[in-house]
Protein backbone atom coordinates (compact mmCIF):
# COMPACT_ATOMS: atom_id res chain seq x y z
CA UNK A 1 0.00 0.00 0.00
CA UNK A 2 2.70 2.37 0.66
CA UNK A 3 4.79 1.83 -2.15
CA UNK A 4 1.59 2.14 -4.18
CA UNK A 5 0.04 5.80 -2.78
CA UNK A 6 2.09 7.77 -4.58
CA UNK A 7 1.81 6.28 -7.69
CA UNK A 8 -1.77 5.92 -7.36
CA UNK A 9 -1.97 9.75 -6.11
CA UNK A 10 -0.06 10.76 -9.23
CA UNK A 11 -1.92 9.46 -11.44
CA UNK A 12 -5.33 10.63 -10.42
CA UNK A 13 -3.50 14.30 -10.00
CA UNK A 14 -2.55 14.25 -13.75
CA UNK A 15 -6.08 12.38 -15.08
CA UNK A 16 -7.78 15.07 -13.22
CA UNK A 17 -5.75 18.10 -14.78
CA UNK A 18 -6.38 16.28 -18.22
CA UNK A 19 -10.20 15.81 -17.79
CA UNK A 20 -11.11 19.17 -20.12
CA UNK A 21 -7.60 20.23 -19.93
CA UNK A 22 -7.73 21.85 -23.46
CA UNK A 23 -11.20 23.64 -23.31
CA UNK A 24 -10.10 26.87 -21.60
CA UNK A 25 -8.92 29.22 -24.03
CA UNK A 26 -5.53 30.19 -24.03
CA UNK A 27 -4.50 33.67 -22.58
CA UNK A 28 -1.14 36.19 -23.29
CA UNK A 29 1.33 33.45 -21.12
CA UNK A 30 0.14 30.71 -22.89
CA UNK A 31 0.24 32.12 -26.40
CA UNK A 32 3.70 33.01 -25.91
CA UNK A 33 4.47 28.97 -24.91
CA UNK A 34 3.79 28.06 -27.86
CA UNK A 35 5.33 30.56 -29.62
CA UNK A 36 8.56 29.74 -28.03
CA UNK A 37 8.41 25.87 -28.67
CA UNK A 38 6.99 26.68 -32.16
CA UNK A 39 10.76 27.29 -33.43
CA UNK A 40 13.80 25.28 -33.53
CA UNK A 41 16.32 24.84 -30.64
CA UNK A 42 18.72 27.53 -31.95
CA UNK A 43 16.03 29.61 -32.58
CA UNK A 44 14.67 28.87 -29.87
CA UNK A 45 18.53 30.08 -27.81
CA UNK A 46 18.52 33.16 -30.03
CA UNK A 47 14.82 34.11 -28.05
CA UNK A 48 16.38 33.50 -24.87
CA UNK A 49 19.00 35.65 -25.23
CA UNK A 50 16.16 38.47 -25.89
CA UNK A 51 13.24 37.42 -24.21
CA UNK A 52 12.42 34.82 -21.62
CA UNK A 53 15.28 33.64 -20.47
CA UNK A 54 14.08 32.61 -16.28
CA UNK A 55 11.74 29.98 -19.12
CA UNK A 56 14.46 28.44 -20.97
CA UNK A 57 14.53 24.99 -19.35
CA UNK A 58 10.69 24.99 -19.32
CA UNK A 59 10.31 25.28 -23.24
CA UNK A 60 13.33 22.82 -23.73
CA UNK A 61 11.36 19.92 -22.04
CA UNK A 62 8.51 20.96 -23.09
CA UNK A 63 9.29 21.23 -27.14
CA UNK A 64 10.57 17.12 -26.44
CA UNK A 65 7.53 16.56 -24.92
CA UNK A 66 5.39 18.09 -27.41
CA UNK A 67 7.14 16.59 -30.61
CA UNK A 68 4.87 13.57 -31.03
CA UNK A 69 1.52 15.04 -29.90
CA UNK A 70 1.75 18.75 -31.83
CA UNK A 71 1.07 22.52 -29.78
CA UNK A 72 -2.48 22.67 -29.59
CA UNK A 73 -3.74 23.47 -26.00
CA UNK A 74 -4.75 20.31 -24.84
CA UNK A 75 -0.68 18.65 -25.95
CA UNK A 76 1.00 21.78 -24.31
CA UNK A 77 -1.05 21.80 -21.09
CA UNK A 78 -0.75 18.02 -20.59
CA UNK A 79 2.85 18.38 -19.93
CA UNK A 80 1.77 20.48 -17.05
CA UNK A 81 -1.04 17.71 -16.22
CA UNK A 82 1.94 15.77 -15.38
CA UNK A 83 3.88 17.87 -13.66
CA UNK A 84 0.86 18.00 -11.34
CA UNK A 85 1.53 14.09 -11.01
CA UNK A 86 5.27 14.48 -9.91
CA UNK A 87 4.28 17.13 -7.30
CA UNK A 88 1.56 15.54 -5.63
CA UNK A 89 3.70 12.53 -5.73
CA UNK A 90 6.44 14.95 -4.28
CA UNK A 91 4.29 16.36 -1.59
CA UNK A 92 3.35 12.62 -0.64
CA UNK A 93 7.12 11.56 -0.12
CA UNK A 94 8.11 14.95 1.45
CA UNK A 95 5.17 14.13 4.18
CA UNK A 96 6.04 10.54 4.78
CA UNK A 97 10.41 11.68 5.26
CA UNK A 98 8.84 14.33 8.31
CA UNK A 99 5.73 12.33 9.61
CA UNK A 100 5.05 9.24 8.19
CA UNK A 101 2.80 7.29 6.24
CA UNK A 102 -0.14 8.55 7.68
CA UNK A 103 0.58 12.20 7.50
CA UNK A 104 1.63 11.48 3.72
CA UNK A 105 -1.58 10.20 3.38
CA UNK A 106 -3.07 13.34 4.20
CA UNK A 107 -1.05 15.98 2.25
CA UNK A 108 -1.15 13.85 -0.69
CA UNK A 109 -5.13 14.45 -0.47
CA UNK A 110 -4.45 17.79 0.26
CA UNK A 111 -2.04 18.44 -3.03
CA UNK A 112 -4.87 16.89 -5.07
CA UNK A 113 -7.04 19.30 -4.14
CA UNK A 114 -5.79 22.54 -3.52
CA UNK A 115 -6.66 24.87 -6.35
CA UNK A 116 -3.09 26.30 -6.79
CA UNK A 117 -1.98 23.15 -7.84
CA UNK A 118 -5.15 21.97 -10.14
CA UNK A 119 -4.92 25.36 -11.44
CA UNK A 120 -1.47 24.86 -12.37
CA UNK A 121 -2.39 21.68 -14.88
CA UNK A 122 -4.50 23.64 -16.81
CA UNK A 123 -1.81 26.19 -17.45
CA UNK A 124 0.77 26.03 -20.61
CA UNK A 125 3.23 27.27 -18.29
CA UNK A 126 6.48 25.92 -15.49
CA UNK A 127 4.66 26.07 -12.31
CA UNK A 128 3.42 23.05 -12.27
CA UNK A 129 6.81 21.32 -12.12
CA UNK A 130 8.26 24.66 -10.29
CA UNK A 131 5.98 23.55 -7.38
CA UNK A 132 7.48 19.68 -7.73
CA UNK A 133 10.99 20.78 -7.72
CA UNK A 134 10.28 23.32 -4.70
CA UNK A 135 9.32 19.21 -2.97
CA UNK A 136 12.16 18.06 -4.16
CA UNK A 137 13.92 20.76 -2.73
CA UNK A 138 13.16 20.53 0.47
CA UNK A 139 13.49 16.49 0.65
CA UNK A 140 16.70 16.70 -0.12
CA UNK A 141 17.40 19.75 2.17
CA UNK A 142 15.76 17.57 4.75
CA UNK A 143 17.96 14.49 4.28
CA UNK A 144 21.33 16.42 4.10
CA UNK A 145 20.34 18.08 7.24
CA UNK A 146 19.41 14.91 8.93
CA UNK A 147 22.55 12.97 7.80
CA UNK A 148 25.51 15.50 6.99
CA UNK A 149 26.93 13.92 4.16
CA UNK A 150 28.34 15.97 1.59
CA UNK A 151 26.99 13.70 -0.94
CA UNK A 152 23.42 15.17 0.49
CA UNK A 153 24.32 18.38 1.02
CA UNK A 154 25.47 18.25 -3.64
CA UNK A 155 22.15 16.55 -4.33
CA UNK A 156 20.11 19.70 -2.23
CA UNK A 157 22.55 22.03 -4.23
CA UNK A 158 21.52 20.26 -7.56
CA UNK A 159 18.05 20.70 -6.55
CA UNK A 160 18.10 24.04 -5.96
CA UNK A 161 19.63 24.70 -9.19
CA UNK A 162 17.01 23.01 -11.06
CA UNK A 163 14.75 24.90 -9.06
CA UNK A 164 15.84 27.90 -9.34
CA UNK A 165 16.88 27.44 -13.14
CA UNK A 166 12.79 26.24 -13.73
CA UNK A 167 11.96 29.32 -12.25
CA UNK A 168 14.47 32.37 -10.54
CA UNK A 169 12.02 32.40 -7.54
CA UNK A 170 12.55 29.62 -6.20
CA UNK A 171 16.25 30.53 -5.17
CA UNK A 172 14.69 32.22 -1.98
CA UNK A 173 13.97 28.16 -0.77
CA UNK A 174 17.53 28.74 0.19
CA UNK A 175 16.05 31.06 3.03
CA UNK A 176 13.59 29.02 4.05
CA UNK A 177 15.95 25.70 4.08
CA UNK A 178 18.81 27.70 6.23
CA UNK A 179 15.59 29.26 8.66
CA UNK A 180 14.25 25.54 8.90
CA UNK A 181 17.59 24.06 10.19
CA UNK A 182 18.33 27.52 12.48
CA UNK A 183 15.18 26.94 14.34
CA UNK A 184 15.83 22.82 14.62
CA UNK A 185 17.00 22.85 18.27
CA UNK A 186 19.81 20.25 18.01
CA UNK A 187 23.39 19.93 19.23
CA UNK A 188 24.63 20.06 15.46
CA UNK A 189 22.88 22.74 14.21
CA UNK A 190 25.35 25.27 13.73
CA UNK A 191 27.25 22.97 12.11
CA UNK A 192 24.26 22.21 9.48
CA UNK A 193 23.69 25.30 9.17
CA UNK A 194 27.41 25.85 7.68
CA UNK A 195 26.70 23.25 5.45
CA UNK A 196 23.13 24.93 4.19
CA UNK A 197 24.39 28.12 3.57
CA UNK A 198 27.91 26.75 1.88
CA UNK A 199 25.44 24.62 -0.45
CA UNK A 200 22.95 27.24 -1.23
CA UNK A 201 25.20 29.61 -2.03
CA UNK A 202 27.16 27.47 -4.53
CA UNK A 203 23.87 26.55 -6.34
CA UNK A 204 22.73 30.18 -6.55
CA UNK A 205 26.26 30.58 -7.81
CA UNK A 206 25.83 28.27 -10.39
CA UNK A 207 22.47 29.54 -11.56
CA UNK A 208 23.63 33.39 -11.56
CA UNK A 209 23.74 33.33 -15.63
CA UNK A 210 19.97 32.98 -15.29
CA UNK A 211 19.90 35.62 -12.79
CA UNK A 212 21.92 38.01 -14.86
CA UNK A 213 20.33 37.22 -18.26
CA UNK A 214 16.95 37.33 -16.65
CA UNK A 215 17.75 41.10 -14.66
CA UNK A 216 18.72 41.81 -18.41
CA UNK A 217 15.40 41.53 -19.55
CA UNK A 218 13.40 42.94 -16.52
CA UNK A 219 10.96 44.85 -19.10
CA UNK A 220 8.77 42.26 -19.52
CA UNK A 221 7.52 41.89 -16.14
CA UNK A 222 7.73 46.02 -15.96
CA UNK A 223 3.87 46.04 -15.95
CA UNK A 224 4.40 44.84 -12.10
CA UNK A 225 3.01 47.33 -9.52
CA UNK A 226 2.44 46.82 -5.72
CA UNK A 227 -1.28 45.46 -4.97
CA UNK A 228 -1.68 48.27 -2.01
CA UNK A 229 -4.78 46.81 -0.03
CA UNK A 230 -5.21 44.21 -2.68
CA UNK A 231 -2.03 42.47 -1.36
CA UNK A 232 -4.48 40.73 1.84
CA UNK A 233 -6.68 39.21 -0.75
CA UNK A 234 -4.08 37.87 -2.94
CA UNK A 235 -2.15 36.21 0.02
CA UNK A 236 -5.02 34.84 2.04
CA UNK A 237 -6.76 33.39 -0.80
CA UNK A 238 -5.53 34.20 -4.59
CA UNK A 239 -1.74 32.89 -4.31
CA UNK A 240 -2.44 29.30 -2.66
CA UNK A 241 -6.34 28.82 -3.57
CA UNK A 242 -7.02 30.60 -6.81
CA UNK A 243 -9.77 32.74 -6.10
CA UNK A 244 -11.77 29.84 -4.46
CA UNK A 245 -13.18 31.82 -1.77
CA UNK A 246 -14.71 28.73 -0.75
CA UNK A 247 -11.75 26.58 -0.03
CA UNK A 248 -9.86 29.44 1.65
CA UNK A 249 -12.41 30.04 4.14
CA UNK A 250 -12.38 25.84 4.91
CA UNK A 251 -8.62 26.25 4.96
CA UNK A 252 -8.04 29.05 7.00
CA UNK A 253 -10.73 27.51 9.94
CA UNK A 254 -9.13 23.63 9.80
CA UNK A 255 -5.61 26.23 10.79
CA UNK A 256 -7.28 28.46 13.00
CA UNK A 257 -8.99 25.60 14.66
CA UNK A 258 -5.66 23.68 14.98
CA UNK A 259 -3.83 26.49 16.22
CA UNK A 260 -5.55 26.68 19.10
CA UNK A 261 -4.74 23.47 19.92
CA UNK A 262 -1.27 23.75 18.80
CA UNK A 263 -1.03 26.66 21.73
CA UNK A 264 -3.29 25.13 24.23
CA UNK A 265 -1.99 21.58 24.16
CA UNK A 266 1.60 22.18 21.95
CA UNK A 267 2.24 20.42 18.49
CA UNK A 268 2.44 16.67 18.74
CA UNK A 269 6.03 15.83 18.35
CA UNK A 270 5.95 13.84 15.50
CA UNK A 271 4.26 16.53 13.71
CA UNK A 272 7.35 19.22 14.65
CA UNK A 273 9.22 18.75 11.59
CA UNK A 274 6.55 19.06 9.08
CA UNK A 275 4.92 22.44 10.45
CA UNK A 276 8.26 23.76 11.00
CA UNK A 277 9.64 22.75 7.19
CA UNK A 278 6.43 23.47 6.11
CA UNK A 279 5.75 27.31 7.75
CA UNK A 280 9.38 28.34 6.89
CA UNK A 281 9.00 26.84 3.03
CA UNK A 282 5.13 28.32 2.91
CA UNK A 283 5.98 32.13 4.55
CA UNK A 284 10.00 32.63 4.27
CA UNK A 285 10.28 32.98 0.55
CA UNK A 286 7.11 34.80 0.17
CA UNK A 287 8.25 37.60 3.13
CA UNK A 288 11.48 38.02 1.00
CA UNK A 289 9.31 39.00 -2.32
CA UNK A 290 7.19 41.24 -0.43
CA UNK A 291 10.11 42.56 0.59
CA UNK A 292 11.91 42.94 -2.30
CA UNK A 293 8.80 43.82 -3.98
CA UNK A 294 8.21 46.96 -1.95
CA UNK A 295 11.47 48.32 -3.90
CA UNK A 296 11.27 46.55 -7.38
CA UNK A 297 8.06 45.05 -7.55
CA UNK A 298 7.74 41.20 -8.29
CA UNK A 299 4.76 39.93 -6.52
CA UNK A 300 2.12 38.28 -8.61
CA UNK A 301 -0.05 35.60 -6.88
CA UNK A 302 0.71 32.94 -9.12
CA UNK A 303 4.70 33.82 -9.09
CA UNK A 304 4.77 31.99 -5.37
CA UNK A 305 3.44 28.64 -6.40
CA UNK A 306 6.63 27.35 -5.82
CA UNK A 307 6.14 27.55 -1.79
CA UNK A 308 2.57 25.33 -2.31
CA UNK A 309 4.56 22.32 -0.63
CA UNK A 310 4.75 24.55 2.86
CA UNK A 311 1.20 25.18 2.67
CA UNK A 312 0.29 21.41 2.14
CA UNK A 313 2.31 20.34 4.81
CA UNK A 314 0.83 22.92 7.46
CA UNK A 315 -3.00 22.18 6.14
CA UNK A 316 -2.09 18.27 6.26
CA UNK A 317 -0.41 18.54 9.94
CA UNK A 318 -3.51 21.07 10.89
CA UNK A 319 -6.08 18.42 9.34
CA UNK A 320 -3.85 15.39 11.57
CA UNK A 321 -4.09 17.54 14.62
CA UNK A 322 -7.69 18.00 14.28
CA UNK A 323 -8.52 14.31 13.96
CA UNK A 324 -6.35 12.91 16.75
CA UNK A 325 -8.42 15.48 18.76
CA UNK A 326 -11.30 13.83 18.41
CA UNK A 327 -13.44 10.36 18.45
CA UNK A 328 -12.31 7.91 15.60
CA UNK A 329 -9.28 10.12 14.08
CA UNK A 330 -9.50 8.35 10.92
CA UNK A 331 -12.92 9.03 10.25
CA UNK A 332 -12.36 13.00 11.37
CA UNK A 333 -9.50 13.22 8.83
CA UNK A 334 -11.71 11.53 6.42
CA UNK A 335 -14.61 14.19 6.88
CA UNK A 336 -12.02 17.14 7.03
CA UNK A 337 -10.70 16.45 3.15
CA UNK A 338 -13.90 15.75 2.48
CA UNK A 339 -15.24 19.41 3.14
CA UNK A 340 -11.90 20.70 1.62
CA UNK A 341 -12.49 18.81 -1.27
CA UNK A 342 -15.92 19.88 -1.73
CA UNK A 343 -15.05 23.39 -1.35
CA UNK A 344 -12.60 23.14 -4.13
CA UNK A 345 -14.85 21.88 -6.51
CA UNK A 346 -16.57 25.22 -7.79
CA UNK A 347 -12.80 26.62 -8.37
CA UNK A 348 -11.81 23.34 -10.23
CA UNK A 349 -15.02 23.51 -12.58
CA UNK A 350 -14.01 27.30 -13.41
CA UNK A 351 -11.02 26.31 -14.19
CA UNK A 352 -11.86 23.94 -16.82
CA UNK A 353 -14.43 26.21 -18.29
CA UNK A 354 -13.75 27.84 -21.28
CA UNK A 355 -13.26 31.98 -19.89
CA UNK A 356 -11.03 31.15 -17.42
CA UNK A 357 -8.42 32.70 -18.25
CA UNK A 358 -7.27 36.35 -17.30
CA UNK A 359 -9.48 38.78 -18.28
CA UNK A 360 -12.07 36.37 -19.79
CA UNK A 361 -9.43 35.16 -22.67
CA UNK A 362 -11.39 33.83 -25.91
CA UNK A 363 -8.26 33.64 -28.20
CA UNK A 364 -8.57 30.04 -28.27
CA UNK A 365 -12.22 30.17 -29.78
CA UNK A 366 -12.35 32.97 -32.25
CA UNK A 367 -9.03 31.36 -34.08
CA UNK A 368 -11.10 28.17 -33.68
CA UNK A 369 -14.09 29.72 -35.38
CA UNK A 370 -11.85 31.55 -38.33
CA UNK A 371 -10.53 27.62 -38.92
CA UNK A 372 -13.75 26.25 -39.27
CA UNK A 373 -15.14 28.51 -41.39
CA UNK A 374 -12.72 29.79 -43.92
CA UNK A 375 -12.39 28.45 -47.14
CA UNK A 376 -8.50 27.81 -48.14
CA UNK A 377 -7.54 30.51 -49.80
CA UNK A 378 -9.35 33.15 -48.03
CA UNK A 379 -7.60 35.78 -46.62
CA UNK A 380 -7.02 36.91 -42.74
CA UNK A 381 -5.87 40.04 -40.57
CA UNK A 382 -5.24 40.71 -37.27
CA UNK A 383 -5.51 44.04 -35.55
CA UNK A 384 -2.44 45.87 -35.07
CA UNK A 385 -3.51 46.90 -31.18
CA UNK A 386 -6.63 46.40 -29.30
CA UNK A 387 -6.78 49.20 -26.34
CA UNK A 388 -6.02 46.34 -23.67
CA UNK A 389 -3.14 44.80 -24.88
CA UNK A 390 -0.11 46.43 -26.44
CA UNK A 391 1.01 43.64 -29.07
CA UNK A 392 -1.09 43.07 -32.12
CA UNK A 393 -3.76 40.51 -32.09
CA UNK A 394 -1.30 38.04 -34.68
CA UNK A 395 -0.35 36.82 -31.03
CA UNK A 396 -3.24 34.11 -31.78
CA UNK A 397 -1.61 33.38 -35.37
CA UNK A 398 2.31 33.38 -33.23
CA UNK A 399 1.01 31.12 -30.49
CA UNK A 400 -1.47 29.04 -31.54
CA UNK A 401 0.49 27.41 -34.45
CA UNK A 402 -0.87 26.02 -37.13
CA UNK A 403 -4.10 27.38 -36.60
CA UNK A 404 -4.66 29.74 -39.79
CA UNK A 405 -2.86 27.07 -42.11
CA UNK A 406 -3.95 27.26 -45.49
CA UNK A 407 -5.35 31.35 -45.40
CA UNK A 408 -3.57 33.75 -47.20
CA UNK A 409 -1.85 35.99 -44.78
CA UNK A 410 -0.49 39.62 -45.73
CA UNK A 411 2.78 38.78 -43.26
CA UNK A 412 4.62 40.30 -40.84
CA UNK A 413 7.18 43.34 -40.77
CA UNK A 414 10.00 40.91 -38.79
CA UNK A 415 10.05 37.50 -37.98
CA UNK A 416 10.45 36.56 -34.74
CA UNK A 417 12.35 33.39 -35.13
CA UNK A 418 15.56 35.41 -37.01
CA UNK A 419 14.77 38.40 -34.51
CA UNK A 420 15.12 36.36 -31.48
CA UNK A 421 11.68 37.94 -30.52
CA UNK A 422 8.48 35.97 -29.00
CA UNK A 423 6.11 37.78 -31.16
CA UNK A 424 6.26 39.28 -35.03
CA UNK A 425 6.12 42.52 -35.90
CA UNK A 426 2.55 43.14 -37.86
CA UNK A 427 2.53 45.36 -40.86
CA UNK A 428 0.63 48.79 -40.49
CA UNK A 429 -3.33 49.34 -41.23
CA UNK A 430 -2.48 51.34 -44.16
CA UNK A 431 -1.21 48.46 -46.00
CA UNK A 432 -4.33 46.29 -45.99
CA UNK A 433 -6.16 48.50 -48.46
CA UNK A 434 -3.55 47.86 -51.41
CA UNK A 435 -3.03 44.04 -50.34
CA UNK A 436 -6.81 42.80 -49.98
CA UNK A 437 -7.62 44.57 -53.47
CA UNK A 438 -4.67 42.32 -55.16
CA UNK A 439 -5.45 39.31 -53.24
CA UNK A 440 -8.47 38.82 -51.52
CA UNK A 441 -11.42 37.91 -52.21
CA UNK A 442 -13.00 37.01 -48.61
CA UNK A 443 -11.14 37.50 -45.75
CA UNK A 444 -11.37 37.75 -41.54
CA UNK A 445 -10.59 40.00 -39.22
CA UNK A 446 -9.14 38.59 -35.76
CA UNK A 447 -10.32 41.83 -33.82
CA UNK A 448 -11.74 43.63 -30.47
CA UNK A 449 -15.49 43.28 -29.72
CA UNK A 450 -17.64 45.48 -30.33
CA UNK A 451 -18.36 46.98 -26.56
CA UNK A 452 -20.38 49.80 -25.88
CA UNK A 453 -18.94 51.32 -22.63
CA UNK A 454 -15.37 50.86 -21.04
CA UNK A 455 -14.90 48.07 -19.03
CA UNK A 456 -12.04 47.42 -16.30
CA UNK A 457 -11.27 44.14 -14.97
CA UNK A 458 -8.65 43.30 -12.13
CA UNK A 459 -6.24 40.32 -12.51
CA UNK A 460 -3.81 39.24 -9.86
CA UNK A 461 -4.68 41.87 -7.87
CA UNK A 462 -1.93 44.44 -8.98
CA UNK A 463 -3.13 44.80 -13.14
CA UNK A 464 -6.12 46.23 -14.32
CA UNK A 465 -7.09 46.00 -17.61
CA UNK A 466 -9.04 48.48 -19.32
CA UNK A 467 -11.29 47.32 -22.17
CA UNK A 468 -12.45 50.42 -24.29
CA UNK A 469 -15.66 51.01 -25.64
CA UNK A 470 -14.69 49.76 -29.55
CA UNK A 471 -17.15 49.23 -32.75
CA UNK A 472 -15.59 47.80 -36.30
CA UNK A 473 -17.64 49.04 -38.25
CA UNK A 474 -15.91 52.81 -39.43
CA UNK A 475 -12.58 52.02 -37.66
CA UNK A 476 -9.30 52.34 -40.19
CA UNK A 477 -9.21 48.30 -40.56
CA UNK A 478 -12.85 48.54 -42.16
CA UNK A 479 -11.84 51.28 -43.60
CA UNK A 480 -9.37 49.99 -45.41
CA UNK A 481 -10.82 46.67 -46.45
CA UNK A 482 -13.48 48.62 -47.68
CA UNK A 483 -10.83 50.48 -50.23
CA UNK A 484 -9.74 47.04 -51.12
CA UNK A 485 -13.09 46.20 -52.14
CA UNK A 486 -13.94 43.74 -49.48
CA UNK A 487 -17.25 44.30 -47.46
CA UNK A 488 -18.83 43.13 -44.08
CA UNK A 489 -21.21 40.63 -44.09
CA UNK A 490 -21.15 38.75 -40.56
CA UNK A 491 -19.89 39.51 -36.95
CA UNK A 492 -19.32 36.73 -34.74
CA UNK A 493 -18.90 38.46 -31.17
CA UNK A 494 -17.16 36.39 -28.50
CA UNK A 495 -15.80 37.89 -25.22
CA UNK A 496 -13.09 40.61 -25.50
CA UNK A 497 -12.81 39.70 -29.61
CA UNK A 498 -14.77 39.10 -32.25
CA UNK A 499 -14.12 37.78 -35.47
CA UNK A 500 -15.28 39.81 -38.62
CA UNK A 501 -15.93 38.12 -42.36
CA UNK A 502 -15.29 40.24 -45.39
CA UNK A 503 -16.52 39.71 -49.20
CA UNK A 504 -16.14 41.33 -52.58
CA UNK A 505 -19.33 41.90 -53.43
CA UNK A 506 -21.36 41.53 -56.33
CA UNK A 507 -22.47 45.08 -57.94
CA UNK A 508 -25.43 46.03 -56.27
CA UNK A 509 -29.45 44.93 -57.33
CA UNK A 510 -32.64 45.28 -55.88
CA UNK A 511 -33.83 47.49 -52.91
CA UNK A 512 -31.20 48.18 -50.37
CA UNK A 513 -29.60 45.13 -48.03
CA UNK A 514 -30.94 44.75 -45.09
CA UNK A 515 -28.87 45.31 -41.50
CA UNK A 516 -26.15 42.91 -41.19
CA UNK A 517 -26.09 40.05 -39.04
CA UNK A 518 -24.10 39.99 -35.86
CA UNK A 519 -24.27 36.79 -33.62
CA UNK A 520 -22.83 36.12 -30.35
CA UNK A 521 -21.08 32.91 -30.20
CA UNK A 522 -22.43 29.99 -27.52
CA UNK A 523 -19.58 28.31 -25.74
CA UNK A 524 -19.69 24.59 -24.97
Request: net charge neutral.
Amino acid sequence: MRRAAPWALALLGILLSLWHGGRPSVWFDELATGSAVDRSPGEMWRMLGHIDAVHGLYYYALKLFTLPLGLDEASLRAFSAVGVGVATAACYALARRLGGDALALVAGVVALVLPRITWSGVEARSYSWVIAAAALVLIAAHRAAASGRRRDWVGYGAALVLATALFLYSATMAAAVVVAIAWTATDERRARLKQALIASAAAVLIASPVAVLAATQRDQVSWLQWPGWMIFQNVLVDQWFDHSYAFAVAAWLVLAAAGVLWWRRGVPSDLVPALRWGVTAALVPLAVILLVSTVAPSYVGRYVSFTVPGVVLVLAAAVTTLARALPRPRLVAAGVLAVLAVTAIPGYLWQHSPLSKPGGSDFSYAARYIRDNARPGDCVFFQVQPSWAYPSLRIAHDGLPGMFDGLRDMGNDGDRRVDGKLWDREKGVNQWASWAADNCTAAWVLTDADRPDEDFRQENGNLWWTFRPSQFMGTDMQVSLDYGGLAVVHQEQFHILQVVRLVRPEPAVGPDPQPLPITHHRYW
